[in-house]
């Protein structure tokens, strides 16, 4: 199985579609997660709303700890290899 993410937001043929599915998919070799985001109500729209501000939040700070660590773990390497070179 192969890693992916699907995003899909459905809109009927007559315009917007609040009862329609509308979801993201993340999927990694074994595992498959799916997260809805249901627009029935008012106040369900702000909750999806709310839903994916968050997760896009956290993503980009996952993002930029998981930046810092590789270039940790990269940069003893790299001293090593400007020692090898001299």
Same mark, same amino acid.
């Given at each position: 199985?192969?890693? +992916? #993410?699907? =995003?899909?937001?459905?809109?009927?043929?007559?315009? @917007?579609?609040?009862?329609?599915?509308?979801?993201? /998919?993340?999927?990694?070799?074994?595992?498959?997660?799916? *997260?809805? $985001? +249901?627009?029935?109500?008012?106040?369900? !729209?702000?909750?999806?709303? =709310?839903? #994916?501000?968050? *997760? /896009?939040? #956290?993503?980009?700070? $996952?993002?930029? =700890?998981?930046?810092?660590? #590789?270039?940790? /773990?990269?940069? @003893?390497?790299?001293?090593?290899?400007? !020692?090898?070179? =001299?």
């Amino acid at each position: 199985m192969t890693s +992916y #993410i699907q =995003a899909h937001v459905q809109t009927g043929s007559d315009g @917007p579609d609040q009862w329609g599915d509308n979801m993201v /998919i993340i999927a990694d070799c074994k595992r498959v997660i799916q *997260l809805e $985001f +249901y627009l029935g109500s008012k106040r369900d !729209r702000r909750l999806s709303l =709310a839903k #994916i501000n968050l *997760l /896009i939040k #956290i993503l980009m700070q $996952f993002r930029r =700890a998981l930046t810092k660590e #590789i270039k940790l /773990i990269e940069q @003893p390497r790299m001293n090593a290899d400007k !020692r090898r070179s =001299a």
